[in-house]
């Protein structure tokens, strides 16, 4: 059984018919040849496959297209915009957040929806008493306070790297955040 569904993705809108099975991932990957979010596990458990979809960061391998007709998708490629690099995807290379890179733009469109979360206002995501400085030190992300080293490796608990590149990606995110 097929569908017709309309995403936008990174910013161009795209209309297909789907078989009511294809996920999201499999729809970018197979069907839009947007192979910037990766499948690893197909099942939920690495992250690789992160997407924005709405805003919200989801594994996209987990999630039925056809659930959502419409959907405004944000892969790691639609990151950059006039030319330049996500402020994330700056740090990520600044730090050497990575090593073989595959788990990368998963960790990278995950931070951003983290990011996004602690700006909204998770409980324990601001420390108290810190002052957001706006970008100052280069960085024009979002401004959420310090994170711990604590809070980002919960927060980003769904996203792993088998490098283990965990070191260097921590420190990477919370430059952005500061
Ligand atoms: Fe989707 Fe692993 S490929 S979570």
């Known amino acids: 059984m097929e569908a017709e569904v309309t995403f936008r993705v990174d910013g161009t809108s795209h209309r297909l018919t789907v078989d009511v099975r294809t996920t999201v991932l499999d729809a970018l990957r197979e069907r839009l040849g947007n192979t910037s979010a990766k499948k690893g596990c ?10 924005l979809l709405d805003g919200q960061r989801v594994n ?3 999630a039925l297209a056809v659930a959502h007709d419409g959907a405004e998708i944000v892969t790691a490629a639609g990151l950059a915009s ?3 690099l996500h402020p994330l995807q700056r740090a990520f290379i600044r730090h050497d957040a ?11 469109v995950s931070a951003v929806g983290m990011l996004r979360e602690a700006e909204a206002g998770w409980p324990s995501a601001v420390t108290a008493g810190q002052p957001a400085d706006g970008g100052s030190g ?17 927060r980003m608990s769904g ?17 952005v955040a500061r």
């Not at 197909?42 to 997407?51: F, N, P, S």
């Not at 990575?98 to 990278?108: A, E, H, L, R, S």
């Open 60 to 62: 996209s391998c987990l």
């Open 138 to 154: 280069g960085s024009d992300g979002p401004t959420v306070g310090i994170l711990t080293d604590d809070e980002v490796r919960e």
């Open 98 to 108: 990575f090593q073989c890179g595959y788990c990368t733009p998963g960790q990278i």
């Open 42 to 51: 197909d099942h939920g458990q690495c992250g690789a496959c992160t997407v």
């Open 82 to 84: 006039d030319g330049e």
């Open 159 to 175: 996203n792993l790297c088998r490098c283990a590149a965990y070191a260097n990606i921590v420190p990477a995110i919370q430059e």
